[in-house]
Structures are given as structure tokens and as C-alpha cells.
């Protein structure tokens, strides 16, 4: 199946447009499905300026979709997840700041401790600290996200279980510093 806003038979006029680079001003011209273009002037890869990414944050597909995937994007891809898990959240804990606060609390912490000791996998980290204390985390996790990695890892991390790698074993300490510093 064909991701229906990648399907060009679903295309209007403004599916080729044409945008300037940035780094030297010669013309470029797009689809709408291309991720990015080389600048046949200077070289450079520029980022299509009308593409919308937001499928790419949760998206098991997005690489096969969208071809290899430029640094920044990547990066924007794990904060649009966070974004979306953050509000997720948010909903769930609808009428109880100081419990949305907490998770809120614990996720900025788990972000300077990962930054700080460069180790673990942040991404696990970040959810399970967002989703502790939710009814059913792991049916909140699986609604935004199936990448099967994604889910064994938080799933560990929420249930406490023997790490097997030196990775797990790092996310698995972060994860206890963030809950032992945090939480009441």
C-alpha cells in the first residue's frame, strides 16, 4: 500500500513547485514527495520547504517512505514524537496538573541526565519517564508508535526488568536516577 499523500494520482497543480536554495539562490525544483534535492549549482542538500514530516514522528515506515533522512530531520523526528507523546499524556492526565507536571518534571531531568552522561537510549528513557503513573502506559505508547524496539524497551524500563546490555543497563540506571530524584 502507497501512503495516499505520497500517491500521485491524488496530486493537484501545486504538487511541482519550484523554491530557490538557500546557501546559493539557483532555482530548485520539487515534488511535493521529495524529502530533499541536491543544488546542482553548489552542491549542497536542501530540505523540500513544503514537506510536511509529522508522519515521519511515529511512522515505522518513514525511512522506506521518505529515503535516507537528513540529520535534522532526524533529530525533529524524535521531538515531534516527544511532542506527541507529551500531549497524549496531557490528555490523559486531563484535570490533574500537578500529575501532568510531575511526568513533565521527570522527562526535563531525564533529558539533561542523558545529554549529561551521553549513554543509554534516550528515546525509551523519555517515554517511560513521560508515561509512569498512567493507567495502561504501554496502550498509550503502542496508540502513537508501533516500532517494536521502541515498545521492548519502555516496556523494560516500566517493568523493571534484568537489563541484558550495557545500553539497557545505562537507560535502566538513568531511568532510576530520574525516579528516585523526582518523584515524591
Known amino acids: 500500500m502507497q501512503c495516499p499523500g505520497q500517491d500521485n494520482r491524488y496530486w493537484d497543480g501545486e504538487a511541482v513547485f519550484e523554491s530557490p536554495c538557500p546557501h546559493c539562490g539557483n532555482v530548485l525544483e520539487f515534488f511535493k514527495d521529495d524529502s530533499q534535492r541536491s543544488c546542482k549549482q553548489c552542491g549542497n542538500k536542501v530540505l523540500n520547504p513544503r514537506m510536511d514530516f509529522g508522519c515521519a514522528a511515529y511512522c515505522s515506515h518513514a525511512e522506506q517512505c521518505l529515503g535516507s533522512m537528513p540529520p535534522e530531520l532526524l533529530a525533529q523526528?524524535?521531538?515531534?514524537?516527544?511532542?506527541?507523546?507529551?500531549?497524549?499524556?496531557?490528555?490523559?492526565?486531563?484535570?490533574?496538573?500537578?500529575?501532568?507536571?510531575?511526568?513533565?518534571?521527570r522527562t526535563e531531568f531525564a533529558e539533561e541526565l542523558c545529554k549529561e552522561e551521553q549513554r543509554g537510549d534516550m528515546a525509551a528513557i523519555i517515554a517511560a519517564t513521560l508515561i509512569t503513573g498512567c493507567e495502561n502506559p504501554m496502550e498509550l505508547l503502542r496508540n502513537l508508535t508501533n516500532d517494536e524496539n521502541m515498545l521492548t524497551a519502555v516496556d523494560a524500563l516500566l517493568l523493571g526488568k534484568n537489563p541484558e546490555s550495557d545500553k539497557e543497563r545505562a537507560s535502566s540506571e538513568i531511568y532510576n536516577k530520574v525516579l528516585k530524584k523526582v518523584d515524591p
Open 77 to 105: 523526528q524524535k521531538n515531534l514524537f516527544k511532542d506527541k507523546l507529551s500531549i497524549a499524556v496531557r490528555k490523559h492526565f486531563a484535570g490533574n496538573d500537578s500529575l501532568f507536571k510531575l511526568a513533565a518534571s
